[in-house]
């Protein structure tokens, strides 16, 4: 899952869904760093990438992707599940996802003083480019990869990884349809805990 699944699953406390943006960008104790609300929701961030990457469908849908792009397959189907978070976006929330997505830019617009130096220049852009709606579209998904193969070290092909989502499309998206729901009752699980 990528930036709008956190989002959605960090549910309406605000500080849990600003720390579900700062979960891939602090690294140890969150604590340290931020409240106890901001720290939850950057924990919540972490255990639902390793709820992620362990789910039976994340891992067949890793093997979707082409050989020559399998180190990054975790990347490609964070972006593809987003994608279909957001195309299938009634399925799942009574919001409007545009509205949705303007509530979370205003957010973190507001909270933007807590953000490391990185994201405070990541997310001007976020919002420019209208990151989390652009997710609707395979063209969104594929400037997206575009994006993150060149912030990439070393030389890959990621951004040809569309082709491997055009050429398993229905199967991507059938794995989606089991996951999601089990990362929403994880998610559930894990916030009563």
Not at 83 to 112: C, G, N, P, V
Request: charged share 25%.
């Amino acid at each position: 899952m990528n930036y709008l699944a956190h989002f959605f699953l960090a549910g309406s406390n605000q500080e849990m869904i600003v720390g579900s943006l700062l979960g891939d960008f602090i690294k140890g104790n969150p604590e340290r760093y931020y409240n106890r609300g901001i720290a939850r929701g950057i924990r919540l961030h972490r255990k639902l990438d390793s709820f992620t990457d362990q789910h039976a469908k994340t891992k067949a849908s890793r093997l979707l992707i082409s050989s020559d792009r399998r180190r990054y397959a975790g990347i490609i189907i964070d972006v593809c599940y987003d994608h279909f978070l957001a195309r299938h976006w009634s399925m799942y929330s009574d919001e409007i996802l545009t509205d949705f997505i303007q509530r979370i830019y205003t957010l973190i617009r507001h909270k933007k003083e807590m953000l490391p130096d990185r994201l405070k220049n990541i997310f001007p852009r976020m919002v420019k480019e209208d990151w989390l709606y652009h997710y609707r579209q395979l063209e969104g998904v594929a400037v997206t990869l575009e994006r993150i193969s060149k912030r990439v070290s070393r030389e890959n092909t990621l951004s040809k990884a569309i082709e491997d989502i055009h050429n398993n499309y229905h199967q991507l998206m059938d794995n989606f349809f089991v996951f999601f729901p089990e990362a929403q009752a994880y998610t559930c699980h894990w916030m009563r805990s």
